[in-house]
C-alpha cells in the first residue's frame, strides 16, 4: 500500500473563465498535452482489495475513474469557473469518493470545503505546521501508529491537553484540520475512511463553555459538509457529566448516520476495545501498543511544511466570488448561535 503521509506534487487553480477553458479540455482531447503540460497523470495506488472496496461502497469503476473526474472537472468550469480550486485527477477523486461518485454532490462538497476556508478567517489563515507547534506539542491531537483493523487511521484528540489560557479554541481547530488534510492526501484512507478516539478525562466546565454553538456549528459543517474525508467512527472515553451538555451542543447539527456513529464508552475499557482492539491501542487505553507517542506524528506533520505552503497556496479566493455560493450565511448563523448559547449556559451547569 501506498504510505498515508504524501501529497500531491502539483495543482491547478482557475481564476475565471479563460483559465477553465484552459484546464478543462474534453477528456481525450488533443488539446490536452498543449494546454497542460505539467499536470501531474494520475496513477492509481490501492490495492487490488480496496479496488474491490471502493467498487463494493463507493461505486467507483477503475474504468470509469478519469471519465468521473472529467465530469466532476466540466462541472466545476461550468457551474463555478471562479472557484479558484485545483483541478488535478487525485484532488478531485477525494471528492468523488468521499460522495460514492455522485457528481451533483461531489461538486457541492468541493464548494463547500472552498466556502468553509473562506468563511472562517481565524482557522484558515496563516495555515500551516509550524503555526500550530503548541498544539502539536501539547498532544492535543496525534494520530495512533498503527491502522485499525479496517485499515483506517485513529486520530486521537485529548481536551486535557488545552490549556485556554495559552492560546484560543481556534488554534484546536486549526491542529485537526491539518491532521485530516495531511491524512486525506493517501488514497487508502479516501476510500477506509478514519477512526477518532477522544478522551474527555479532566474536561472541566470553565473548559467546556469555549465550545459554544458558534464553534459547534462550524467544526461540524466543516467536518460533515466540507472536508472529503469518511469519519466511519467517533469514540469518547472518559466522558464527565459535562459532556452530556457538549454533546446537547453538538447533536442539533448532526446528520442521523453521524449520530449513530458516536460511541459513549464511559471509563469502561472493555467497551472500547469492542471498537479499537487493544493491539493498535498505547496502553494509557488498555492497549498492548506502548506508551502513546505523539513525537512522529508531530515530527511527520512539520516536515509537511512546504508541501501544504504549496497546496494551500494554490487555493485562493477569487475576487468576484459571491455570497450565494457560500455554505453558511455568517451573520444569520452568528445571530443563531449567540441566541443557543445563551440558552447552553444553564445547560452546562446542570450537567456539571
Given at each position: 500500500m501506498c504510505s498515508a503521509w504524501f501529497l500531491t506534487d502539483s495543482c491547478y487553480i482557475m481564476s475565471g473563465d479563460s483559465d477553465c477553458t484552459r484546464t478543462s479540455p474534453s477528456a481525450g482531447s488533443p488539446s490536452d498535452n498543449e494546454f497542460l503540460p505539467d499536470r501531474p497523470k494520475y496513477v492509481c495506488s490501492l490495492s487490488p482489495d480496496l479496488i474491490t472496496k471502493a467498487r463494493e461502497e463507493l461505486q467507483e469503476k477503475p474504468e470509469w475513474r478519469l471519465r468521473d473526474v472529467q465530469a466532476l472537472r466540466d462541472m466545476v468550469c461550468k457551474d463555478y469557473p471562479s472557484l479558484g480550486t485545483c483541478l488535478d485527477d487525485a484532488f478531485l477523486l477525494r471528492f468523488l469518493r468521499a460522495r460514492k461518485f455522485d457528481y451533483d454532490r461531489a461538486l457541492q462538497l468541493l464548494v463547500n470545503y472552498h466556502t468553509c476556508r473562506r468563511s472562517w478567517p481565524e482557522v484558515f489563515n496563516n495555515l500551516k505546521p509550524s503555526a500550530i507547534k503548541p498544539v502539536l506539542e501539547s498532544g492535543f491531537v496525534t494520530v495512533l501508529p498503527h491502522l485499525d483493523p479496517e485499515g483506517r487511521h485513529v486520530v486521537c484528540i485529548r481536551p486535557d491537553r488545552w490549556t485556554p489560557s495559552n492560546y484560543p479554541i481556534t488554534e484546536n481547530i486549526r491542529a485537526i484540520y491539518l491532521t485530516l488534510e495531511k491524512l486525506i492526501q493517501s488514497e487508502e484512507t479516501q476510500v477506509n475512511g478514519i477512526v477518532i478516539l477522544a478522551d474527555y478525562k479532566g474536561v472541566s466546565l470553565s473548559k467546556a463553555s469555549h465550545f459554544g454553538p458558534f464553534v459547534a456549528k462550524k467544526v461540524i459543517g466543516i467536518l460533515q459538509d466540507g472536508f472529503p474525508i469518511r469519519i466511519k467512527a467517533v469514540n469518547i472515553i472518559n466522558e464527565p457529566r459535562i459532556f452530556k451538555g457538549i454533546f446537547a451542543i453538538i447533536k442539533p447539527f448532526l446528520k442521523e448516520k453521524i449520530a449513530n456513529r458516536f460511541f459513549l464508552h464511559?471509563?469502561?475499557?472493555?467497551?472500547?476495545?469492542?471498537?479499537?482492539?487493544?493491539?493498535?491501542?498505547?496502553?494509557?487505553?488498555?492497549?498492548?501498543?506502548?506508551?502513546?507517542?505523539?513525537?512522529?506524528?508531530?515530527?511527520?506533520?512539520?516536515?509537511?511544511?512546504e508541501d501544504f505552503l504549496h497546496d494551500f497556496s494554490q487555493l485562493v479566493l477569487p475576487c468576484d466570488s459571491s455570497p450565494h455560493d457560500m455554505l453558511v450565511s455568517g451573520d444569520a448563523d452568528e445571530k443563531q448561535c449567540d441566541d443557543s448559547l445563551r440558552?447552553?449556559?444553564?445547560?452546562?451547569?446542570?450537567c456539571y
Open positions: 464511559g471509563c469502561d475499557l472493555n467497551s472500547l476495545h469492542q471498537n479499537i482492539p487493544p493491539v493498535i491501542l498505547p496502553e494509557e487505553y488498555g492497549g498492548t501498543a506502548g506508551k502513546l507517542d505523539i513525537s512522529a506524528w508531530n515530527e511527520l506533520l512539520l516536515a509537511s511544511e440558552g447552553m449556559k444553564p445547560q452546562l451547569y446542570y
